[in-house]
């Protein structure tokens, strides 16, 4: 009763009032009714309306084999029909903590969550108890999560919408957050030298997904592997993106610099809800109940989870040689054909990609400012993806247009994508 219809550019939608203003959600943050997904599989999506689109957001990353992959649901199910109860430990988080353990580099322990964002917060906290230290460094632009501490000068517009003040993060929250500049080892160097022996950790989105999949210059990583043994602080590795993305192992493994702690969210569960803090035993072992840092949480490691995440990476690490060079040639194919269109255009864009995960830029400086860039341009934006759903293409509106690949798009739905 409380919906009604709405036509946008031939498409019938229904709009049900409440369902705008999630920053997450296909379309809200552009001021465009969000599409209500109805049923998924594949790389395809269905609205409440029965409208079909291509899905190239894939709930912002998870979905690497696409919606309604048999052997995570088959896993699941199995779960619900066990009908074991929630809060005791579970086989298969233990499995899937050894699993991890096994494909990552540098991994010796791992600690279940539920979602990204508390993964950083634990791996934050974490670092500042096993240096007695405060102050963290991370960089303008990268994002760690929804947490104040961790929306603090971020630059996060992806939060907050491109609005620079968040309502509720204090300058108090930021007083422990020094922020410096991505890809630049001399601003890391000097924040240590400003506050040497207060420094707990370095926080690193090792490909900046949040950038627009900005990719490190060579040695930076490593660069900021030996500034952090130098002055005595722990390199922390936000994979929230690129775990289990850009390799098996992630970024880690792609670069071959080892993070002292890292952090996973969105593949590792398939869509269900599970995040990881992962590192050096000497580190991790300082968490509770062993060690004294607290990490606790009601609804982490829950079994449901633990058997969608336990099945999804081990389809990964069994299917690893063939899926990871299928998505880069797919990644090839998609955004080199989106820098051929582009300049037989005659427009002026920047395509990042890297496998699975790229973007596209239409201003010429795409890094500078883009806060102001995402306000100004908000009706463009409305415009320009109102356009796309009535093409029945779902790309993740943000600065940029983010775009994920999956194992489910064919050639064929690249081709509908480039067209
Ligand atoms: N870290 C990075 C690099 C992310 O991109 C995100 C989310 O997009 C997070 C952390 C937070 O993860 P979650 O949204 O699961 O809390």
Redesign the pocket.
Known sequence: DHSRSTEVFGHARTVIPGGVNSP?RAFSNVGIDPVFYDRAQGAQVWDIDGNAYLDFICS??PMIFGHGDPEILDAVRCQLDRGVSFGAPCEAEVRLADLICSVAPGVEEVRMVS??????MTAIRLARGCTGRDKIIKFQG?????SDS?LVSAGSG?ATLGIPDTPGVTAATASDTMVATYNNLDSVRSLFEAAPDQVACVIV?PVS??MGVVAPQEGFLRGLRDLCDQFGALLIM?????GFRVALGGAQQLFGVSADLC?Y??IIGGGF?V?CVAGRERFMSNLAPAGSVYQAGTLSGNPVAMEAGLAQIRKLAREADRLYPQLQRKSDVLFGGLRDAASQAGVQVQVNALGSVGTVFFTPDPVVDWQTAARSDRDAFAVYFRAMLDQGLLIAPSQFEAVFLSDAHTDQHLQAFLA
């Open positions: 997450v912002w990353g979602s990204g964002t508390e993964a950083t990268n994002y760690h999560g929804h961790l992806v989105e997904g949040n936000d994979e929230v993106i690129t952090t969210g969105k809800p995040g």
